[in-house]
């Protein structure tokens, strides 16, 4: 059976101080589409009880998915037994997979540790997926060339519209349209905000926002069967 890891944020504050972390179906759609055909571990830059965004369990009290995910003793477990990155040997795993929410644009581009797994993983070809908020992650990782995972690929991620509707372009370091972009990826997002997108572009898989997150597990379950 295939190993996939899920990493979460740690950071649980944004710039302007307002209280985030990992988004709720983020995590619990994709895990329920991959978790029957694989093993799923949990990581994050501090290791075990990365913080949630209380935001989103609000958001998501009717959620059938969500709320099961935070009930289940099985992810309970996963979470108290989290890796730090800085253990996480990627040989060990056939993909990586990085929830959203506005702490992944906080913690993980900047940390080197972060951005050396991710490089191994595409180095190793094995897939590299992310959802949301989660492409931020990627942002620091390289290819053998050096150029970044995104240069020449297409992706999308939270959208500049959907950041403004939200109100939090201040709560992050920068808006993950432009970044990709400017990295020199292709972004492309769904023709109204708010709905499902999901980019496969060999390796690299992306969802634009929460309700992309079920197609990126989709996804990276086909991806495993190739």
């Not at 990627?90 to 993909?95: N, Q």
């Not at 929830?99 to 050396?116: E, K, M």
């Not at 240069?151 to 432009?178: C, I, M, W, Y």
């Not at 709905?195 to 079920?214: F, R």
Request: hydrophobic fraction near 40%; include cysteine; charged fraction near 20%.
């Amino acid at each position: 059976m295939p190993s996939v890891l899920f990493v979460f944020t740690s950071a649980d504050k944004t710039l302007t101080g307002s209280q985030t972390g990992w988004y709720l179906p983020e995590a619990a759609h994709p895990y329920y589409k991959i978790s029957p055909v694989a093993n799923v571990d949990f990581a994050s830059p501090k290791g075990s009880n990365p913080p949630i965004d209380e935001g989103s369990v609000k958001a998501f009290s009717k959620d059938e998915e969500s709320v099961n995910f935070l009930n289940d003793q099985t992810v309970t477990a996963k979470f108290a037994n989290a890796k730090k990155l800085a253990d996480v040997d990627f040989k060990d795993y056939d993909a990586i997979f990085y929830v959203g929410g506005h702490g992944p644009v906080i913690d993980l581009p900047t940390d080197p540790v972060n951005a050396r797994l991710i490089s191994q993983f595409w180095a190793a070809g094995k897939i590299v997926s992310a959802v949301c908020h989660g492409p931020a992650a990627l942002t620091g990782a390289v290819d053998a060339s050096g150029k970044s995972i995104f240069a020449g690929r297409t992706a999308t991620g939270f959208s500049n519209d959907e950041e403004t509707q939200v109100g939090k372009v201040k709560d992050v370091p920068f808006l993950l349209e432009d970044k990709i972009i400017q990295l020199g990826g292709k972004y492309v997002k769904a023709e109204k905000a708010w709905e499902s997108k999901v980019v496969v572009d060999g390796k690299l898989i992306t969802g634009q926002n929460p309700a992309s997150a079920a197609g990126v597990g989709e996804a990276i379950v086909q991806a495993l069967k190739l």
